[in-house]
Nanobody, 121 residues
């Protein structure tokens, strides 16, 4: 059974930083791409970033480039999202997800429970 557990959320002032972590278990972590998404109240879920199974390729939503960085530690079965220069509009529940392939076209099969990020002005 695949489990994804996020941590690292919290409340931060505008301009601050947070690093989210997501620990995966249940199947070979090194075989699957990982992604980060978020959902704010009343809004649709939004793609933020993705990373290939090896960590050699990344992809970002245009609006996140330069502020957010995705990385992974395959030895620790963990994917990270470093968020800098946070803005109040970044307030949302952040989710990690595990893909169905190493990279490229595919779906996200498994999702974590989410971690709340609140950015105060």
């Amino acid at each position: 059974q695949v489990q994804l557990v996020e941590s690292g959320g919290g409340t931060v002032s505008a301009g601050g930083s947070l690093r989210l972590s997501c620990v995966a278990s249940g199947r070979a972590f090194t075989s699957y791409a990982m992604g980060w998404f978020r959902q704010a109240p009343g809004k649709e879920r939004e793609f933020l970033a993705a990373i290939s199974s090896s960590g050699g390729s990344t992809s970002y939503a245009d609006s996140m480039k330069g502020r957010f960085t995705i990385s992974r530690d395959n030895a620790q079965n963990t994917v990270y999202l470093q968020m800098n220069s946070l803005k109040p509009e970044d307030t949302a529940v952040y989710y990690c997800a595990q893909g169905s392939t190493r990279w490229g076209k595919g779906t996200y099969e498994y999702w974590g429970q989410g971690t709340q990020v609140t950015v105060s002005s």
